[in-house]
Nanobody, 130 residues
Framework: QVQLVESGGGLVQAGGSLRLSCAAS????????????MGWFRQGPRKEREFVAF????????YYADSVKGRFTISRDNAKNTLYLQMNNLLPEDTAVYYC???????????????????WGQGTQVTVSA
């Protein structure tokens, strides 16, 4: 089993920054964090959960939703089993619960739908005030 725990959320003014972290533990199918594809998703008030960012197992490939491109940066530290999301120039519409997700098998493509991920964290709240 894989456990994912997000942290770093909070209340910030528009234009501010936050860095989210996602700590991973456990293993699945004999694989550990360093071999997983990872993603960030978010669910705003009265909205469906949506894709935010993707990163491949070694960090060599990243992909972003258009709404966050140029403002958010996804990264990972495989030695620390941790995924990050640096969020700059935050907007009120970025207010949401942010979830990290793990896909055990990274087959070298971009994963941007919920069904492509195997494990999910509980989420961390990000609130951006105008």
């Amino acid at each position: 089993q894989v456990q994912l725990v997000e942290s770093g959320g909070g209340l910030v003014q528009a234009g501010g920054s936050l860095r989210l972290s996602c700590a991973a533990s456990g293993r699945a199918s004999g694989r550990t964090f360093s071999s997983y594809a990872m993603g960030w998703f978010r669910q705003g008030p009265r909205k469906e959960r949506e894709f935010v960012a993707f990163i491949s197992w070694n960090g060599g490939n990243t992909y972003y939703a258009d709404s966050v491109k140029g403002r958010f940066t996804i990264s990972r530290d495989n030695a620390k089993n941790t995924l990050y999301l640096q969020m700059n120039n935050l907007l009120p519409e970025d207010t949401a619960v942010y979830y990290c997700a793990a896909r055990v098998v990274d087959a070298g493509t971009v994963y941007y739908t919920q069904s492509q991920y195997d494990y999910w964290g509980q989420g961390t709240q990000v609130t951006v005030s105008a």
